[in-house]
């Protein structure tokens, strides 16, 4: 079974340039969507990895409007779809409609609002069809299955399944529990998009046969910064690109 | 307003929290409601009030204050003598009978000024609970005799570092953890904020405080024409306020932290129309944030009033005008300290003499024959190293000298 790969990052962390290059290693080293996240100051889903990736981001000046023009000159780079990950605020702020109408004029294809869940979600589910935007949920394996339902009339093709408890960043074992979520939410039709501590080749292998695509964040952020403490900006894309290379192999 | 849950206050409220957190919020909500029903629960709150917090407060006369201001009479409700120094308890007690119904074993919290933090230790303490509290490092640095509280009452209290390492980044830390452990353990919010049912259900504990103080008006037979409270994430105030809501008197004063001037980061004033509306932690209310929704940073003299957001509830009753919101500055709150203290024997907590500093200015406002009641949310004692600081400087600092010099062999 062919492994697909969603890969994580953070727009403006370290810059806007490098940002660019984690893109470009991204699209050559084989990854099949790119999630792309707009920093927000208080993210309550981000483990330790991401929130200072974000915080420094922040520091060094990322905007909203940098995110957009970011995204369309990733999007025009290839045909491998960009979903904007962000929090409620920074798309309420702006207006949910016009949000929207952005993401769709830099060429996303969906996005991705963990703390706007379907029912609670200002009207981003409707807004987001009628632009033809996919508006991916994310869910987690303590779902009960009227709400997985619920959840799934209101999406559309795409479900995000985190396969733990918690928050990004921490080893995420795979095993029965995890697997019969999965099975579960791919049983309603839905394509899985599944992440939350995926860090090897060995998961994503073993996550294959049970999803559409594996999704890596924290993996490459720590990646990203071990050549930042070292000195090493240049080197980002070339390890960014042999670690996709890698992940994609088992 | 319906009695017990509302979860949305006009516009204000929701639970806006990724999935991971909704089965337990939703667990939450039918054991709050069901419990708030229950004679059996309430018993034992109101027995744990009386004989562990202390309660009923005084509502205190403050005749020198009064003469001194020449207006209407001031009185002073003494949340301050509430066991461990504040009215947090109020709240903290009340769900830690709740956690205890829904069997859990671990609590965590979130805390400012750390007297949230305090008395939710003291509480798990009591109850048996472990007990993890959440502080911001700049916190931890200021108010360091909470800190040896909570860990006095066997609490283990994790430093922040993320954001601006105040109390909305130890609610950030707060949810993360319970993302994790909500299966046996229980986030005890310690303000009127966050999603439902919290700003229902903090409200509802803390509402103690009004219902006293309308009994204590009656029993005194006093005109009340204003009601003063600070407000941080507004549990002090809210319970305060609560039973005067419906009615179009007295006048209800809620007041915001001005600190050192109105530029951007200098103080937390959500309700002064500079505040927008947003999505914060869980809940739509009004946030300090810039055009692009990013929370920015706030400063105080009290860590428990530096905080961005405030709770939906009053950022309703601010919209609808039943509550008037006012701010009194860093320098206005220490001269009110003093005023209390040379006045009345009494040390108001950094935060509550916010709402003290606005009484001084009403005073003249009313007329003699009315009251003005003031809830001193806390007691000042947590604030000995920043009044000194202010107030004493030189002679604070050669004694802290001396006691290393002389004790730290
Ligand atoms: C004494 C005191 N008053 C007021 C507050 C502010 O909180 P709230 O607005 O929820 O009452 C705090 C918070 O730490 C406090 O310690």
Known sequence: MQSKLMTHMIAGYPDRETSLAVARAFIEGGSSFLEIQFPFSDGTADGPFIQEACDKALKAGFSVNMGFKLVSEIAALSDVPVFIMTYANIIFAAGVKDFLSRCKESGASGIIIPDLPPDSDEKLYAEGKALGLHVVPVIAPSITDTRLKEVFNQCGEYIYASLRKGITGQYTEIGEENLEFLKKAAGLGAKVLAGFGISTAEQVATLAPHVHASIIGTAFIKEIKKCIDNGKKDDIYIILYNKIKALLKA | ??????????????????????????????????????????????????????????????????????????????????????????????????????????????????????????????????????????????????????????????????????????????????????????????????????????????????????????????????????????????????????????????????????????????????????????YKSIFLSDDDGQVIPTHSVSAGLDYAGIGPQLAHLGKTGRIRFEKAMDSEVLEAVRFFAENEGIIFALESAHAGAQAIKLAKKYSRDKAIIVNMSGRGDKDLFILARELDKDNWFSFLKKEINENAK
């Open chain 2, 1 to 282: 307003m319906k009695p017990y849950y509302n979860n949305f206050f006009g516009e204000f409220g929701g639970r806006y929290v990724a999935e991971v957190l909704r089965p337990s919020l939703d667990e939450l909500e039918k054991a709050y409601v069901d419990a708030i029903n229950d004679k059996s629960f309430l018993e034992e709150y109101r027995s744990l009030c009386s004989d562990f917090i202390g309660r009923p407060t005084p509502l205190l006369y403050a005749e020198n204050s009064t003469k001194a201001l020449g207006g209407a009479r001031i009185y002073i409700k003494m949340e301050g003598l509430a066991n461990t120094g504040a009215h947090k308890i109020n709240n903290a007690i009340g769900q830690g009978l709740l956690a205890k119904r829904m069997g859990k074993t671990r609590i965590i919290a979130e805390t400012g000024a750390g007297q949230h933090g305090v008395a939710t230790a003291s509480v798990c303490a009591k109850l048996g609970f472990k007990c993890r509290v959440y502080m911001g490092e700049v916190d931890i640095k200021r108010q360091h005799p909470n800190v040896f509280w909570m860990e006095l009452f066997g609490a283990e209290v994790a430093p922040v570092k993320s954001g601006t390492a105040t109390l909305k980044d130890a609610v950030n830390e707060a949810l993360r953890d319970w993302a994790w452990s909500f299966q046996d353990t229980h986030y005890l919010l310690g303000s009127a904020l966050g999603p439902s049912p919290y700003p229902d259900m903090v409200r509802e504990f803390q509402s103690v405080i009004g219902k006293e103080t309308q009994e204590q008006v009656k029993e005194l037979g006093l005109d009340v024409a204003a009601m003063v409270a600070c407000v941080g994430g507004g549990s002090n105030s809210i319970g305060f306020f609560y039973p005067f809501l419906g009615k179009d008197k007295p006048d209800l004063f809620g007041v915001e932290a001005g600190g050192l001037s109105s530029q951007a980061g200098d103080h937390a004033t959500r309700m002064d129309g500079i505040g927008k509306p947003g999505i914060v932690q869980g």
